[in-house]
Structures are given as C-alpha cells and as structure tokens.
C-alpha cells in the first residue's frame, strides 16, 4: 500500500483516477446498477490492491462526488467541451481522453476550492497514464482554453 500511496501522493489524485474509469466503464456498458457499482469498486481496490483504510476511503468518497456530479451536470460539461473542441466531435474523442476532460472541466467549474491549473495538470498526468502523449496535448489545449473562458470572478476565486 506504501507504494500506491506514494504514487498518487493524495487521495485526489487517485480518486480522480478513479472517477475517470468508472466514467470509462459506464461510457463503454452504458447505465449502471447498483450491484455493478459495488463490483466496480471492489474490483478496482483489488486491482490496485489497495487496503481498505482512510486513505482509499477519501479517494472513493471524493470519485464518488466527482463521478455523481458528472453526471448531474454532463450536459453542461459536454456542452462547454465541445465549445472548445472545434474538429472533434465529443463522441469521436477517444473515451478516455473524454472522461479524464470531464473531471477536469466539472472541477474548474464546480468545485471551487481547486485551481484549474491544478486540475489541469492532474488531468494531463492522468492522460499520460492512462491515454498518449499526445492525449496530454489535446486535453491540455481544451482545459487551458476551459480556465481562460471562466468568468473573471470565477478565475480570480480559483487562481
């Protein structure tokens, strides 16, 4: 567990990961029910092989708020993706790539405790990871252009 969590260093970094596959997961078999929730989360601590402590149990909590206010607000967040997605179709984007975007896009949007540069960066890593480099530039060109449309208010609050 000691390397898990020196890999992600805080539970949101994980638990955006973790947030960005479950989207994956649902973008791929469509809605989901309650026992396929619980599968999901089972099967993604013993695949990380993660212990079920405080730091697993934050990172959940916090996919969790991610994951239902995504999907609260998809409309919305796709809508302000594809604004600046001039020659891809949200629906053309590969799935990763546009899931790891809407955590970015509904954290600078909704929670106003994360700068969106911070958002910006964790979602370039994720990409890194989980998608290509030129996943990281794409997303990266999307989410910087995300943060310079937030109202001045807005940005002067997150920066």
Same mark, same amino acid.
């Given at each position: 567990? +000691? ?29 989901? &029910?309650?026992? +396929? ?45 594809? &604004? ?34 911070? &958002? ?8 890194? +990871?989980?998608?290509?480099?030129? &996943? ?17 208010? +807005? ?5």
């Amino acid at each position: 567990m +000691e390397d898990t969590k020196q890999k992600f260093q805080h539970f949101k970094r994980l638990g955006r990961e973790l947030a960005m596959q479950y989207l994956f997961n649902t973008d791929i078999k469509g809605p989901d &029910s309650p026992g +396929e929730y619980t599968l999901f989360w089972e099967g993604i601590r013993e695949q990380l092989e993660l212990e079920d402590d405080r730091f697993f149990r934050k990172a959940r909590k916090y996919a969790e708020r991610l994951v239902i206010g995504i999907k609260e607000n998809v409309e919305e967040i796709d809508k302000i993706i594809s &604004s600046f997605s001039e020659k891809w179709d949200i629906n053309r984007m590969a799935i990763v790539d546009r899931n790891i975007i809407r955590v970015a896009v509904y954290e600078m949007k909704f929670s106003p405790d994360i700068p969106p540069v911070v &958002s910006i960066d964790e979602a370039v890593g994720i990409a890194k +990871e989980f998608s290509s480099e030129k &996943s990281g530039l794409f997303i990266n060109g999307i989410l910087n252009a995300v943060k310079d449309s937030l109202p001045p208010a +807005e940005a002067a609050e997150k920066s």
